[in-house]
T-cell receptor, first 115, second 114 residues
Framework: GAGVSQSPRYKVAKRGQDVALRCDPI?????LFWYQQALGQGPEFLTY????????KSGLPSDRFFAERPEGSVSTLKIQRTQQEDSAVYLC?????????????FGDGTRLSIL | KQEVTQIPAALSVPEGENLVLNCSFT??????LQWFRQDPGKGLTSLLL?????REQTSGRLNASLDKSSGRSTLYIAASQPGDSATYLC?????????????FGKGTLLTVNP
């Protein structure tokens, strides 16, 4: 498939555990985005990469959240010491270029449940 | 700070009806506006993207309009079908420094009854 791929699709963790969520963007897409979607809400921006550079992490809720894209392709969103309020769907999107008029293409998301 | 509002929050219609979904945004300085569809447990599928210089975009039974100055967009769905049942999300890309991030509304949950 040529779309954005996210894994795992579902993740259940106990409060306090660390989790890692993976995103494989569309091949050749320079820009990559992470969004958080709480139940019944629209997605909210977390962070933005252009190639391997993290240009904006202003949406990360706390310092427990960390994202990386070391080789400018696959990205990982890590959440340390998870809390119940971290339960949400985490969506990854990619675009050919980040700015302005390029559409973002979304994956199916990872549904994270913290018990 | 850009805020996006979608009305109604939920809508239930019989098959075959034409319908309109509404989206409003507080800051008219945008690059584009995008309508997405989200099926349960799935990601977002882009339906239509309207650039700030455009007034409308059409794709099949879908037509989206944009009135940037008043901060409004509508998504018109003609001859609705049960397969159109989904959540429809509106998102804007603001101009200015953060011209890469999308700001979303909470969505309209559409149910089309056979």
């Amino acid at each position: 498939g040529a779309g954005v791929s996210q894994s795992p699709r579902y993740k259940v963790a106990k409060r306090g555990q660390d989790v890692a969520l993976r995103c494989d963007p569309i091949s050749g897409h320079v820009s990559l985005f992470w969004y958080q979607q709480a139940l019944g809400q629209g997605p909210e921006f977390l962070t933005y990469f252009q190639n391997e550079a993290q240009l904006d992490k202003s949406g990360l809720p706390s310092d427990r959240f960390f994202a990386e894209r070391p080789e400018g392709s696959v990205s990982t969103l890590k959440i340390q010491r998870t809390q119940q309020e971290d339960s949400a769907v985490y969506l990854c999107a990619s675009s050919i270029q980040g700015a302005r008029n390029q559409p973002q293409h979304f994956g199916d998301g990872t549904r994270l449940s913290i018990l | 700070k850009q805020e996006v509002t979608q009305i109604p929050a939920a809508l239930s219609v019989p098959e075959g009806e034409n319908l309109v979904l509404n989206c409003s945004f507080t800051d008219s300085a945008i690059y584009n506006l995008q309508w997405f569809r989200q099926d349960p447990g799935k990601g977002l599928t882009s339906l239509l993207l309207i650039q700030s210089s455009q007034r409308e975009q059409t794709s099949g039974r879908l037509n989206a309009s944009l009135d940037k100055s008043s901060g409004r967009s509508t998504l018109y769905i003609a001859a609705s079908q049960p397969g159109d049942s989904a959540t429809y999300l509106c998102a804007v890309k603001s101009s200015g420094g953060s011209n890469y991030k999308l700001t979303f509304g909470k969505g309209t949950l559409l149910t089309v009854n056979p």
